[in-house]
């Protein structure tokens, strides 16, 4: 992806419950593969859940699923029986089939309150 | 199977000095990324290495940065004359050709604090 943006700074959910985290992306590209990434404070930066463009199947790994509209360009990430683990930042990132360099989003801040 | 490692994972440095670090990808993959992380942004990418060959650079790399991975292994990235602008983490990822295309594996990063 040429862009990607994260329009939430800040996300907090309950623990237990569910919330979805934004993405939107700009590509001139048909072919291309969206990410998100987690950012433990501190830690590194985890692989949570992929999505090839050309699949219209939406990714869905164990508590993490994906709300993939390709039209309206949007790739927003549910988490499920939110976890005080899950508390981190979270990246969207997006690259084309003919390049291999991922572009981030500014991240968006999830804190799971007890 | 280890995952990507990076040495070392802080750096304190005077304005002016050079540094270096260094990242071992995952035994297999043989391609290698460098991105470097401000405070409060994403990631962004610097250079990428398929083999030992460099294949793309960003206008992120300026010329005092260089990055080589000599036998397509390990690889060094050198900041030469350090300013105080290049206070950031530099981040280190590695994939599979063949593999989940496209999925990079990250480093814990290095953190430059340029004084």
């Known amino acids: 992806a040429q862009t990607v943006t994260q329009s939430q700074p800040e996300m907090s959910v309950q623990e237990a419950e569910t919330v979805t985290l934004s993405c939107t992306y700009d590509?001139?590209?048909?072919?291309?593969?969206l990410f998100w990434y987690k950012q433990p404070p501190s830690r590194q930066m985890i692989l949570v859940i992929r999505q090839e463009a050309y699949k219209q199947q939406n990714a869905t790994e164990n508590r993490f699923s994906v709300n993939f509209q390709k039209a309206a360009k949007s790739f927003s990430l549910k988490i499920s029986d939110s976890q005080l683990g899950d508390a981190a930042m979270y990246f969207c990132?997006?690259?084309?089939?003919?390049?291999?360099?991922?572009?981030f989003g500014k991240g968006t801040k999830l804190s799971v309150i007890p | 199977d280890t995952g990507v490692s990076q040495d070392p994972r802080h750096k304190i440095t005077k304005r002016g000095q050079n540094v270096t670090f260094r990242c071992d990808p995952i035994?297999?993959?043989?391609?290698l990324y460098w991105y470097r992380q401000t405070l409060g942004q994403g990631p962004e990418f610097l250079t990428y290495?398929?083999?030992?060959?460099?294949?793309?650079k960003s206008r992120l790399l300026s010329d005092r940065f260089s990055a080589e991975r000599p036998k397509g292994s390990f690889s060094t990235l050198e900041i030469q004359r350090t300013e105080q602008g290049d206070s950031a983490m530099y981040l280190c990822?590695?994939?599979?050709?063949?593999?989940?295309?496209?999925?990079?594996?990250f480093g814990p990063g290095t953190r430059l604090l340029v004084l």
């Open positions: 035994s297999e993959h043989n391609r």
């Open positions: 290495f398929q083999n030992e060959a460099q294949l793309e």
């Open positions: 990822a590695s994939s599979l050709e063949g593999g989940l295309r496209e999925t990079q594996y």
């Open positions: 590509t001139s590209e048909s072919d291309y593969y």
């Open positions: 990132a997006g690259t084309g089939a003919g390049s291999y360099q991922l572009t």
